[in-house]
């Protein structure tokens, strides 16, 4: 586990390129409340529920004129908390969205400048990176994780045994003695890199719902070993996307409950003890194997990524139920969001032709750098803290949940940490200024956007640099034209200019928040998307790494 300083009892300094985080006029040291016998009453429960390829319009609070999909348990917890508009992933995509909100880090200062981690690829947060769950565990929090985690994992498979763990997704292969061996070498020993590694006491769920292996994974060893390819019927399209190793009588419309159940378990369980608890439950809904169970297929009455998206709001709701009869509710912040936006295999265009629009008001989906692709629900509780049926509209981003716990907890984080997070305290508190000015998000395709106010810069056409445009970027002010419909590249050159150069900026110090220059991991060439610049754009360079912090 990494040592955290814990005796620097400071708050998390948020000033320089962003906006300052107390500028609300929050506390900026908050202590801990006391109990009625005037001791230190115990820290609130953090509980982050992270949902896979819902869009910013599936949540009905979100999106009440064009959302079609009833969400009652995320609509309640709306109602009970607040609801943030402008809050966003790091990409959207999955695995990079997830390295941001574990670490507070943009994910394109690492090696994954684009795309997601690649079946059987290895771990992407590095052993001495200081995550969510190391800084609550080492402030007392007991630390679980539930679901999914697509992060990499040290498998150590050979490249001669890595064709055995693939199968072609519509052909029967037969099993072979060699299949069986390499898959009781690989699955039957600890597999180092995951959850475990990461700051959390324990783990259950999948790596990834539509890869192999098929089969649950409790700790660091897989439940139950495979035997079996996955069945060619519950591969492709809207299915699993890699055929492989299966347990046998896997089911792909259990894996959601069995979830559930074990954050239910867990809370109960949690609830009952003295140590606080931290859950980090990541759903495997509504993106593939889009897998509904038999009590909700045809509840919408729109198509099965609508009732998927039900149940997964009433997997939202057995978790808030599991709190209140423990009695935890009262003090336990719960976070909801998505890791980007809606996925192709929704049937976006049938789902819309019906008068459900999953992104709402805004341009794009899941892998787009427009803001459907990354403008996600973000919704907080937080009884005591946060008020009732309150909206923000001040920019947010997922990193920022590492420098808020930081924050409450009165510590300092090391310069080497959370480099791009910032408190949100202010914000739950209910300050209206501004915590951070400055927010980069990306495509699928590493494409990079800067958001500096109202303003955002997309340094591409498009969402891959060749689509057809007369110009080489594109320009617009949310405030205005939160649909990005109205490109001024060419009309306001010295914003396009100012803007290219913060970007260098907060790419080249490899941190976006103060304090000593941090080294980026790989070389980010920011701009190389954007082909032939026009003489007023910024010259097309490549940023490099800022020296390691003495």
């Known amino acids: 586990?990494?040592?955290?300083?814990?005796?620097?009892?400071?708050?998390?300094?948020?000033?320089?390129?962003?906006?300052?985080?107390?500028?609300?006029?929050?506390?900026?040291?908050?202590?801990?409340?006391?109990?009625?016998?005037?001791?230190?009453?115990?820290?609130?429960?953090v509980v982050i529920i992270l949902a896979d390829?819902?869009?910013?319009?599936?949540?009905?609070?979100?999106?009440?004129?064009?959302?079609?999909?009833?969400?009652?348990?995320?609509?309640?917890?709306?109602?009970?908390?607040?609801?943030?508009?402008?809050?966003?992933?790091?990409?959207?995509?999955?695995?990079?969205?997830?390295?941001?909100?574990?670490?507070?880090?943009?994910?394109?200062?690492?090696?994954?400048?684009?795309?997601?981690?690649?079946?059987?690829?290895?771990?992407?947060?590095?052993?001495?990176?200081?995550?969510?769950?190391?800084?609550?565990?080492?402030?007392?929090?007991?630390?679980?994780?539930?679901?999914?985690?697509?992060?990499?994992?040290?498998?150590?498979?050979?490249?001669?045994?890595?064709?055995?763990?693939?199968?072609?997704?519509?052909?029967?292969?037969?099993?072979?003695?060699?299949?069986?061996?390499?898959?009781?070498?690989?699955?039957?020993?600890?597999?180092?890199?995951?959850?475990?590694?990461?700051g959390f006491d324990e783990y259950f769920g999948v790596d990834v719902p539509n890869w192999p292996p098929f089969s649950f994974i409790e700790g660091n060893r897989v439940t139950v070993i495979p035997d079996t390819f996955l069945p060619v019927k519950m591969a492709g399209g809207a299915l699993a996307s890699i055929r492989g190793p299966a347990a046998k009588d896997w089911k792909l419309e259990k894996v959601l409950p069995s979830l559930a159940d074990r954050a239910v378990n867990f809370i109960e369980t949690a609830a009952a003890k003295p140590a606080p608890f931290f859950l980090y439950l990541t759903l495997t809904s509504p993106h593939t194997p889009i897998s509904v169970a038999k009590d909700w297929k045809g509840k919408s009455g729109l198509n099965e990524y609508a009732d998927f998206v039900m149940q997964t709001d009433d997997v939202v709701g057995r978790v808030m139920e599991a709190l209140r009869k423990s009695g935890a509710a009262e003090n336990t912040l719960v976070v909801f969001t998505s890791d980007n936006g809606c996925s192709p295999h929704a049937e976006?265009?049938?789902?819309?032709?019906?008068?459900?629009?999953?992104?709402?008001?805004?341009?794009?989906?899941?892998?787009?750098?427009?803001?459907?692709?990354?403008?996600?629900?973000?919704?907080?509780?937080?009884?005591?803290?946060?008020?009732?049926?309150?909206?923000?509209?001040?920019?947010?981003?997922?990193?920022?949940?590492?420098?808020?716990?930081?924050?409450?907890?009165?510590?300092?984080?090391?310069?080497?940490?959370?480099?791009?997070?910032?408190?949100?305290?202010?914000?739950?508190?209910?300050?209206?200024?501004?915590?951070?000015?400055?927010?980069?998000?990306?495509?699928?395709?590493?494409?990079?956007?800067?958001?500096?106010?109202?303003?955002?810069?997309?340094?591409?056409?498009?969402?891959?640099?060749?689509?057809?445009?007369?110009?080489?970027?594109?320009?617009y002010n949310l405030a205005e034209d939160l649909g990005e419909t109205n490109n001024l590249w060419n009309r306001e050159p010295e914003r396009v200019a100012e803007l290219s150069k913060i970007m260098e900026q907060l790419v080249q110090q490899g941190r976006s928040t103060p304090g000593a220059p941090q080294a980026n991991d790989v070389e980010v060439l920011w701009d190389k998307f954007l082909g032939k610049v026009d003489p007023n754009a910024p010259p097309k360079r490549a940023v490099k790494s800022a020296p390691e912090a003495p």
């Open 53 to 198: 390829d819902l869009g910013f319009g599936d949540v009905r609070c979100n999106n009440p004129e064009r959302g079609k999909i009833p969400t009652p348990a995320i609509d309640r917890l709306a109602a009970e908390g607040m609801r943030f508009t402008d809050a966003h992933s790091s990409s959207a995509v999955c695995s990079p969205t997830r390295y941001s909100l574990l670490t507070g880090r943009y994910h394109w200062r690492t090696r994954l400048q684009r795309g997601i981690v690649n079946y059987l690829e290895g771990p992407l947060i590095a052993p001495e990176r200081l995550t969510l769950a190391d800084l609550l565990k080492e402030h007392g929090y007991r630390t679980a994780m539930v679901g999914k985690w697509h992060l990499g994992w040290d498998w150590n498979i050979s490249p001669d045994q890595k064709k055995l763990f693939t199968a072609p997704t519509k052909k029967p292969v037969q099993v072979t003695d060699r299949h069986l061996a390499a898959w009781q070498q690989i699955y039957g020993r600890p597999i180092g890199g995951g959850p475990l590694d990461c």
């Open 348 to 475: 976006i265009q049938k789902l819309e032709a019906m008068g459900h629009f999953p992104s709402g008001p805004l341009r794009g989906y899941k892998f787009d750098a427009w803001e459907g692709g990354h403008r996600m629900p973000f919704i907080a509780r937080w009884p005591g803290v946060v008020a009732p049926g309150s909206v923000c509209d001040q920019l947010v981003q997922q990193t920022d949940l590492m420098a808020t716990m930081a924050d409450q907890l009165g510590m300092k984080l090391p310069d080497n940490a959370c480099e791009d997070g910032v408190s949100l305290l202010p914000l739950l508190k209910g300050g209206t200024k501004p915590v951070r000015r400055h927010a980069i998000n990306t495509s699928v395709a590493g494409v990079p956007t800067l958001r500096d106010g109202p303003w955002k810069i997309i340094f591409s056409k498009g969402n891959k640099g060749n689509e057809k445009d007369p110009y080489p970027g594109q320009l």
């Open 1 to 45: 586990m990494k040592i955290l300083p814990t005796l620097l009892s400071l708050s998390l300094p948020v000033a320089g390129l962003t906006a300052p985080a107390h500028a609300a006029g929050a506390d900026p040291s908050p202590k801990p409340a006391n109990d009625a016998s005037g001791g230190a009453a115990r820290p609130p429960n």
